[in-house]
């Protein structure tokens, strides 16, 4: 038997989630982070929970997106109650803007399509949104406001899902890189770190959009796509708005201190975590057609990270190839912060030999293929 039931590799929000999930259930758990926990694309998140903003049509992605939402209220309570961390969620929904009529029709479409499957989702005219938001420009043709949506800070939730692990009991140890993972047959026997090896029953990889490395260890390619996206925060000295606003190419999510997140580039294939000039010109200059008064407002800084994404669109959720005891949940993309509660449920559920049939559809091997094809 092994000194441990799990190791997780990567400390982003979803290899934390995934280890509270697990001490909940009373598993030993060690999350291996090369640098500090969300330090990459978790803490670049305006961590905005969009289950309705994103939701094209019915299918299980909308369907995981609606659950995991869900879930925030009462963990928000109990992160709290077990860490003293505020994960900041804001519930005070999100306006979709349109700028031309076309858009506007097809965010009413969008909205009766939300309806008919229970959802809350109104359209308001130009004057309706700006007799509540009157700092929204007056040239928008109006937007689709969807109360349910709200947000949390990412950089907190993050820190609350590795401290609540931690005290469940968890093994959290930064400053860890995974060289390799050593296999025998259909197993996956030890991680090799530069900090030793760490043998456990289960294996998790949760190494975000770096998962690709890892993969290719087993001689297997798992198409994981870089997509690398820039954020401001600006003080607004002037403008005053209470609801995310989101827009073609631009959104401005009001956080619980007053400042202002002006969100996000999306480049494919990007590794860089810097950020351009270019991003800062583009960002600032939709926020302020926006927001006209956001001219006047300080900027406080910029960032950049990369968002694990997949070529279907679909995270990779699931028990991996033909290893028994090897399991992956990357790619969540745009929703990685609102996936991640559901995420590490349902890996913790899939490790204690539960049907997980929800996730099912994200299963890695949709996409899986033999590494020697990729050369
Ligand atoms: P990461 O946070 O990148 O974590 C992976 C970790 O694995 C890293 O810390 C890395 O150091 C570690 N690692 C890698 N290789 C190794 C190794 N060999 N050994 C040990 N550790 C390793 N999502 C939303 O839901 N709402 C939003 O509003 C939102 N906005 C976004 C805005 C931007 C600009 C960006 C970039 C992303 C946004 N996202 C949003 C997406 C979300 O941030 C991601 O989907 C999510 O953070 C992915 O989490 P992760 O844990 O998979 O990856």
Not at 22 to 42: P, Y
Not at 57 to 67: A, I, R
Not at 217 to 234: F, I, T, Y
Not at 263 to 285: H, N, P, Y
């Amino acid at each position: 038997m092994h000194e441990r039931d799990v190791v997780i590799i990567g400390g982003g929000v979803i290899g934390c989630s995934i280890a509270y999930y697990l001490a909940k259930r009373g598993a030993r758990v060690t999350v291996l982070e090369r640098d500090l926990f969300g330090s990459h694309a978790s803490s670049a998140a305006a961590g905005i929970l969009g289950a309705q903003l994103e939701m094209d049509g019915p299918g299980p992605l909308s369907e995981l997106c609606l659950k995991s939402r869900s879930m925030f209220p009462d963990l928000a309570s109990e992160l709290y109650r077990l860490t003293g961390i505020d994960i900041e969620l804001i519930r005070a929904g999100i306006m979709h803007i349109a700028w031309t009529p076309e858009e506007a029709e097809m965010l009413r479409h969008r909205g009766a399509l939300q309806r008919s499957r229970g959802e809350v989702a109104d359209w308001w005219d130009r004057d309706r949104v700006r007799s509540l938001e009157p700092a929204v420009s007056d040239q928008i043709e109006g937007a689709l406001y969807i109360p349910r949506d709200s947000h949390v800070s990412p950089a907190r939730l993050t820190r609350a899902f590795s401290f609540a692990a931690e005290l469940l009991g968890a093994e959290m140890i930064e400053r860890c890189e995974v060289t390799s993972l050593r296999i025998e047959k259909d197993r996956v026997e030890g991680v090799e770190s530069d900090r030793g090896t760490f043998r456990a029953e289960h294996v998790v990889l949760a190494a975000g959009a770096w998962t690709v490395t890892l993969a290719k260890q087993l001689g297997v390619h798992l198409p994981v796509v870089p997509m690398k996206g820039e954020s401001l925060a600006v003080f607004p000295r002037r403008a005053r708005f209470e609801r995310t606003l989101f827009a073609e190419g631009c959104y401005l999510v009001p956080k619980a201190d007053g400042k202002v997140i002006v969100g996000a580039t999306e480049r494919g294939g990007d590794f860089t975590e810097w950020v351009t000039t270019d991003a800062i010109r583009c960002l600032t200059s939709k926020a302020v057609r926006l927001v006209p008064d956001l001219a006047e407002s300080t900027f406080i800084r910029a960032w950049a990270s990369v968002r694990p994404s997949s070529p279907d669109g679909l995270p990779y959720v699931g028990r991996m190839g033909h290893y028994r005891n090897l399991f992956v949940a990357t790619s969540h993309f745009r929703n990685g912060i609102l996936l991640s509660p559901i995420t590490g449920q349902r890996i913790a559920d899939l490790i204690a030999g539960e049907e997980v049939p929800d996730i099912e559809p994200f299963s890695p091997n949709r996409l899986l293929s033999d590494d020697s094809s990729q050369q």
